[in-house]
């Protein structure tokens, strides 16, 4: 089970009222919901004022938002199994799979890049699915089972390349993730955002989002509430493999070529940025919008550090002690409930 | 490392200010790009020996840095092909970048009375320190493969390297963007220090620039090789624009044109601002066919391998060792790139020179 907190009130069992009584402003509340947001323009202000003509440009921005897109997509992914209660380690691995089926298959097979692109996206959802499969019907942790199912992946990314990066995939998915742009930002980060909107929306206004977040909050107590847990761990899997695929050609349209390797490296931001999108907007819940949000605080300190010119370690530093000191905050606000991993 | 970091500072610093005055510089520019524009021809790095009569009954094992990364598997295919041509055991230690696998490989080599043990493809020794002197100890030679740039010193646990000219790289890097900038170039150099040879590739970047245009302007990123994938695209685009004048980017290693080119896109410099890198990687080469890089410079891992071989084999004969790896550096452009291959391969487009030249060399013939 993965929550950051088991607040009693939010039990699901509780009776709802039909009304629920008004109650007065939560400050303390209301600060904690908005204090990452807060931090970000607060960090848009700081670097503003260091470099007006460079850092406040509107170029700045859609670049950010813009080349971000990926790690807000792959969060999102992983957001779906944590909120049901489960860690999924192997999204990065289902990334780099789904980045690479469209290369082998457009590039060197030169299949048309639409039907690649459905095959990439169902092959995020037969290792969902395989996830599912280990962890439920053999009641191992997800931890464990994601983490063997990920290598195997990438053993198989190894094996398709032949170990190679493949370039040259088809300008027609560039177009649509990085150089077709609204609003001068590409079009990438408008399907996160889409993305970010529906699952918020999933989770919080339909019967299958409520399942999910019980399930994730008490697994038994979901079960004797008639939730069929089993059936909504194993959607959260898949949903989490299909998220990771699309992800997938996001970062094949965003680099125009495939790699068996670097996708890897977007597991622990993504996981960072998820953590610490828990520490917003619905303070204790893994939530999309501070998924988003937590993104762009971390891209934001990181362009502005490298604007100034600061070394690579200074960026570590930043996006390792933002995120440690951002939870450690939200933990005093909350009067140090302990967070459950169990 | 602070130490290493600010003594290499130090240097270019040094070097720039005392770097003579070029009379011509747009001249010499040229004149290092056309020598490395022409088909490569075999200079013999060293005295012939007959290869077959000293390397007979003797066993070579080498341990690349990874075996998951194309430049290896290509530079022991073509090691074990010419010890193959010449008759001996060479054995390729397969890993996947893991330090418990390279120590397997170690104790493999002494258990199984290998002569020589050979690190290669970037793998650095001092993190087999203890493993080496044990190696050493029981008689085996070592040497290094493709690892240290010319200007560098060997770690003392090794016998002898087969150095890279990375410093001529960097070189032709700086006289390419000044030539195609028409003496105007605004560089960003993208380098990953926690590559050994890295320090002095860079150095020779900054200090060609600085010798062909003391008042033109340069920045270097710094990227650990792990955070490539997350770190050069972001820091790329900031410098971008930060300063919109920048005009040629340098990945000192072409892999990183993958993530240099989505930011020149993303925001909107592609076409402006050019990509120019070093290693000829097949589809680094395939992006510059179709015109998202400007210039590669290629060194063909077949050339490569049957030169490392050659300088193992002086190794074992008691031959003094050769001053650089005898791999010619030559330059890939739209003009001549579709001979490297449709898709580009590790070994087209550089001729074949070397087989004749080492066949003779090694006394084959």
């Avoid at chain 2, 490569?40 to 077959?52: N, Q, R, T």
């Avoid at chain 2, 418990?100 to 493999?108: A, P």
């Avoid at chain 2, 770190?231 to 892999?255: E, M, R, T």
């Avoid at chain 2, 580009?344 to 084959?364: E, M």
Wanted: glycine share 8%.
């Amino acid at each position: 089970m993965t929550t950051i907190d088991l607040s009693t009130s939010e039990t699901p069992a509780k009776t709802v009222p039909a009304r629920p009584p008004r109650r007065a402003l939560d400050w303390k509340a209301e600060t904690e919901r908005f204090a990452l947001l807060g931090a970000w323009m607060l960090l848009i202000a700081i670097f503003g004022m260091l470099m007006p003509e460079s850092f406040l440009s509107w170029r700045n921005f859609s670049t950010m938002f813009g080349s971000q897109a990926v790690l807000v997509v792959l969060t999102l992914a992983l957001l779906v199994p944590l909120t049901s209660g489960d860690f999924d380690l192997s999204g990065a691995s289902v990334l780099t799979m789904s980045s690479m089926l469209i290369a082998v298959l457009n590039v060197r097979e030169g299949w048309p890049i639409a039907p690649v692109i459905l095959i990439a996206l169902a092959s995020g959802a037969v290792i969902g699915a395989v996830n599912a499969v280990f962890v439920l019907y053999f009641r191992i942790h997800s931890l464990i089972v994601t983490l063997g199912i990920g290598t195997f992946v990438n053993g198989l990314i190894l094996w398709i390349s032949q170990s190679q990066t493949i370039s040259g995939i088809s300008m027609d998915l560039v177009g649509w993730v990085i150089i077709n742009r609204f609003l001068g930002i590409p079009l990438a980060f408008f399907y996160a955002l889409l993305l970010a909107g529906i699952l918020w929306y999933v989770l919080e206004f339909t019967i299958p989002g409520r399942k999910l977040l019980f399930v994730g909050r008490g697994r038994e107590v979901s079960r004797l509430n008639g939730i069929a847990v089993d059936r909504v761990r194993a959607v959260s899997f898949i949903v989490s493999g299909l998220i990771s695929a699309f992800a997938g050609v996001l970062y094949a349209g965003m680099t125009g070529s495939a790699d068996p390797l670097s996708g890897l490296s977007l597991l622990l931001p993504a996981f960072a940025a998820a953590f610490l999108g828990a520490t917003t907007i619905s303070p204790g819940r893994f939530n999309a919008f501070g998924a988003v949000i937590a993104v762009y605080f971390l891209v934001t300190g990181i362009t502005g550090l490298t604007m100034l010119g600061a070394d690579a370690y200074v960026q570590n530093l930043f996006y390792g002690g933002a995120l440690v000191i951002a939870v450690a905050l939200s933990q005093l606000v909350r009067n140090r409930q302990p967070q459950d991993f169990s | 490392m602070q130490k290493l970091l600010t003594g290499a500072f130090l240097a270019v610093c040094t070097y720039g200010m005392t770097a003579p005055a070029m009379a011509d510089p747009m001249a010499d520019a040229k004149a290092i790009i056309a020598e490395h524009e022409k088909m490569p021809v075999f200079e013999a790095p060293g005295d012939a020996f007959d290869a077959k009569a000293c390397m007979k009954d003797k066993k070579v094992l080498s341990i690349p840095i990874s075996m998951t990364i194309p430049f290896n598997v290509e530079l022991q295919k073509a090691m074990a092909s010419a010890a193959d041509e010449i008759g001996f055991t060479y054995t390729t230690w397969d890993n996947q970048l893991k330090v418990d696998q390279w120590i397997q490989g170690v104790s493999q080599a002494i258990s199984q009375k290998y002569d020589a043990l050979d690190i290669a493809g970037g793998l650095n020794p001092e993190v087999l320190g203890p493993q080496l002197s044990e190696a050493r100890a029981a008689d085996l030679k070592i040497s290094t493969t493709h690892l240290y740039d010319v200007t560098q010193t060997q770690f003392g646990g090794v016998d002898y390297s087969a150095k890279v000219d990375f410093s001529g790289a960097g070189k032709l890097l700086a006289a390419w963007a000044y030539v195609k900038t028409e003496g105007k170039p605004n560089v960003l150099i993208v380098g990953s220090s926690d590559v050994l040879p890295s320090i002095p590739f860079v150095k020779a970047i900054q200090a060609e620039l600085t010798a062909l245009c003391p008042e033109c302007k340069q920045k270097h990123l710094d990227v650990p090789v792990s955070e490539w994938a997350t770190k050069i695209q972001p820091g790329v685009q900031s410098a971008l624009i930060s300063d919109p004048g920048i005009n040629f980017v340098l990945p000192i290693y072409d892999s990183m044109s993958q993530f240099v080119f989505p930011a020149l896109r993303i925001t909107g410099s592609e076409g402006a601002v050019k990509i120019a890198s070093f290693n000829g990687t097949p589809f680094v080469l395939d992006m510059l066919r179709e015109g998202q890089v400007n210039m590669d410079i290629g060194e063909s891992l077949g050339w490569a391998g049957y030169a490392a071989i050659d300088n193992i084999m002086r190794m074992i004969c008691g031959l003094p060792s050769v001053a650089k790896l005898n791999v010619p550096l030559l330059i890939f452009d739209e003009k001549n790139v579709k001979t490297a291959g449709i898709p580009a391969n590790f070994n087209d487009g550089y001729g074949d020179a070397y087989l004749g030249g080492f066949r003779k060399l090694w006394k084959l013939n």
